[in-house]
């Protein structure tokens, strides 16, 4: 993919699109209706597309398109067309292995203007909000659990053969500049006075300035930031937070993987996590009695325990079951070392992930309280003190993540851990 702008580029309107889509929809995905009669709305609230919803008579979607910049940067940060045609291949990828149940519909993709349409989400809500508005949701933790695990596992070198993973790393590896935003965002700029940084001041001005000289935290920060650029090891969502999540009472959907490529598992996985310890941090700044507080915080730690259990049973048995990569390859472990070895390795697996799970998710939550891209959670908190105290707590817990993951066991002691904060 090319990053020059195509000839026929137009950045469309909700004027414009009902005449684009007239030409260029799919004649299988019919809307209904004449293209004049179409309702389009933009309602894009993410830092980086234009979104509009297009309703017929009998049908409506969803229409994504990319901007040459970055929406929430505006024209002074240019960025490439070629996100949408990532996010439109990540879906496809993800659809094939955790199906549409996980993941929305996508319909057709145009390269030129940089466009895709996908299935429209009704009645669900991203999931951010409703965590904010104190929502419980009786299947997310099976289905995120379920998700990362079929994504992980079947783009891995121990679920897929190594010539289509090397092809996928290959093909990924041109989402670079998506990647480079996360290197700065997340593994760089939180970590020194960096012009973009955006932390509740003057609340926390002396807590930045002890997380810039926090050498203990910092070098495993880097050492991560190395891992996050080179390791590799499966297909990733990318930006896995509860914003890139819909929801109704019953059922999940996984949406937003622009920033997909061939990475580390644990920071997919870390990144969820993290974004549920940031709404436990949150609480005290939404519910109205400690007792309320205290009990949605029991749900969100039972949320992190049930994901990762989910995830980790689901793993297991696709690494049992449907193992078709070459990493602790069948011929020895079925047939020579047997059962217990293979265990073990999936024991050392899980425990190395694990750990590299809980720093990611640290790094997560300090990004989002000191870099550019803060979280509804904590930035709509008005009382600026109230907000700074929870923000406090949570960069505790965020660097006790990075500089002591290993003395963790379990995701229960994580949230006990979250609990004396
Ligand atoms: C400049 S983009 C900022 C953030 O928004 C996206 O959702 C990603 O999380 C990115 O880091
Ligand atoms: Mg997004």
Redesign the pocket.
């Given at each position: 993919m090319s990053n020059a702008i195509p000839a026929g580029y137009k950045p469309q309107t909700s004027e414009t699109l009902s005449g684009y889509l007239a030409k260029k929809l799919p004649p299988e995905l019919n809307l209904g209706g004449m293209p004049e009669q179409w309702q389009v709305t933009e309602v894009g609230d993410?830092?980086?597309n234009m979104v509009f919803v297009v309703s017929g008579s009998a049908k409506t979607i969803i229409v994504k398109q990319a901007l040459p910049w970055?929406r929430?940067?505006g024209e002074g940060?240019p960025l490439s067309l070629t996100r949408a045609g990532f996010e439109y291949n990540v879906l496809c990828h993800e659809a094939q292995f955790a199906g549409h149940n996980l993941v929305p519909e996508v319909y057709f993709y145009d390269q030129e203007m940089a466009v895709f349409a996908m299935e429209y989400l009704t009645p669900h809500v991203i999931l951010r909000k409703e965590l904010i508005a104190g929502k419980k949701f009786p299947n997310l933790a099976r289905d995120v659990g379920t998700f990362i695990a079929r994504t992980l596992f079947h783009t891995s070198d121990i679920g897929m053969p190594a010539e289509e993973k090397k092809a996928l790393t290959a093909e990924f590896s041109l989402n670079h500049e998506l990647c480079k935003?996360?290197e700065d965002?997340?593994f760089t700029e939180p970590y020194y006075p960096a012009e973009r940084n955006d932390w509740t001041s003057p609340q926390l001005d002396a807590d930045m300035e002890k997380v810039w000289h926090d050498k203990e935290m910092i070098q495993v920060a880097m050492r991560y930031k190395f891992k996050f650029m080179t390791e590799a090891q499966a297909l990733l969502h990318g930006?896995l937070?509860s914003?890139?999540i819909m929801v109704t009472e019953s059922d999940t959907k996984v949406i937003?993987p622009e920033?997909g490529f061939m990475g580390p598992m644990a920071f997919d996985i870390g990144n969820y996590i993290g974004n549920l310890l940031l709404s436990f941090f949150s609480r005290p700044g939404w519910d109205a009695t400690a007792e309320a507080c205290e009990e949605y915080q029991h749900w969100l730690i039972d949320q992190m325990e049930e994901t990762w259990a989910v995830f980790v049973t689901h793993f297991r048995q696709l690494w049992n079951e449907k193992t078709q990569g070459e990493a602790w390859p069948s011929e020895i472990y079925q047939h020579y070392l047997g059962h217990d070895a293979r265990e073990e390795a999936q024991s050392q697996f899980f425990a190395t992930l694990f750990e590299d799970t809980l720093v990611n998710a640290g790094m997560e939550m300090n990004?989002r309280i000191i870099?550019?891209?803060g979280v509804a959670d904590f930035k709509l908190i008005n009382d600026a003190d109230l907000r700074a105290q929870c923000e406090r707590r949570a960069l505790a817990m965020a660097r006790e993540l990075i500089v002591n993951a290993r003395l963790f066991g379990s995701m229960s002691s994580v949230g006990q851990f979250a609990k004396t904060r």
């Open positions: 993410g830092n980086l970055l929430a940067g940060w935003i996360t965002l997340i930006d937070h914003g890139s937003d920033f990004r870099g550019f891209a």
